[in-house]
């Protein structure tokens, strides 16, 4: 990289991605982004090779992978390996398929919850807290008071 390149020290590249320090030093800790040099005397630079790669981990992470299958996916970042990004990519969209359907789930037993607790009347225990004592067994009857 020429000199012109390496511009930004990390805490410029940082608040040109929206990240702490830190979060830089971190991935660079896994791995995940290189640790320029030090010159004798003065202070690491970052190019716009850094800024990409910092802004790929960064959509990366927005679109739900984790910090693993980033490293995979930086490890086929030169193009020529889409096959294998596809299989990591339909891998995580399944993933994110089945939590969705988990958290459909979550809603349809909150929901009931909720309708059993405005159906509950008198001395009767409250059913939310009644179902998530007995771990949610049946939530379509509000629990019988005691």
Known sequence: MSDHAQEMTIGQLARRC?????????YQRKGLMRVPDKPWGGIRRYGEDDLARLGFIRAAQHLGF????????LKLEDGTHCAEAAAIARQKLEEVRT????L????????????????????????LIGSLRTGLRDTREPPRAE
């Open 18 to 26: 929206g990240v702490h320090v830190e979060t830089i030093r971190y």
């Open 99 to 102: 939590r969705i359907a988990q």
């Open 66 to 73: 984790t910090l693993a299958e980033i490293r995979e996916l």
């Open 104 to 127: 459909n789930g979550m809603a349809a037993a909150l929901s009931e919850l909720l309708n059993a607790c405005e159906r509950g009347k008198g001395k009767q225990r409250c059913p």
